[in-house]
């Protein structure tokens, strides 16, 4: 049974940090190319990075230099450390996988706010 659990979400000050973890199973994880989306309120869900089975990484423009992504292929495991936090940061955090010839998976989100 395919499974990525998101965890690590929560209530942050701007300007404060969160560290999201997504504990991925039941498929191979080392050959996936993992991402985080993030979803507003009546917006559509956006990419905000992903890392590539090789540890290749891009980032949305709007968190350049702020978020980093990373993976422990031994843990099946990708993480987003976000810093300096904003409120339009404010949004529901997707774990994805996908493969150019296999099907992908979604986890099922993470609630992040941003509010003082």
């Known amino acids: 049974q395919v499974q990525l659990v998101e965890s690590g979400g929560g209530l942050v000050q701007p300007g404060g940090s969160l560290r999201l973890s997504c504990a991925a199973s039941g498929f191979a994880f080392r050959i996936y190319h993992m991402g985080w989306y993030h979803q507003a309120p009546g917006k559509q869900r956006e990419m905000v990075a992903k890392i590539t089975s090789g540890g290749s990484t891009n980032y949305a423009d709007s968190v350049k230099g702020r978020f980093t992504i990373s993976r422990d292929n031994a843990k099946n495991t990708v993480y987003l450390q976000m810093n300096s936090l904003k409120p339009e940061d404010t949004a529901v955090y997707y774990c994805?996988?996908?493969?150019?010839?296999?099907?992908?998976?979604w986890g099922q989100g993470t609630q992040v706010t941003v509010s003082s």
């Open positions: 994805n996988a996908e493969n150019p010839v296999l099907r992908a998976y």
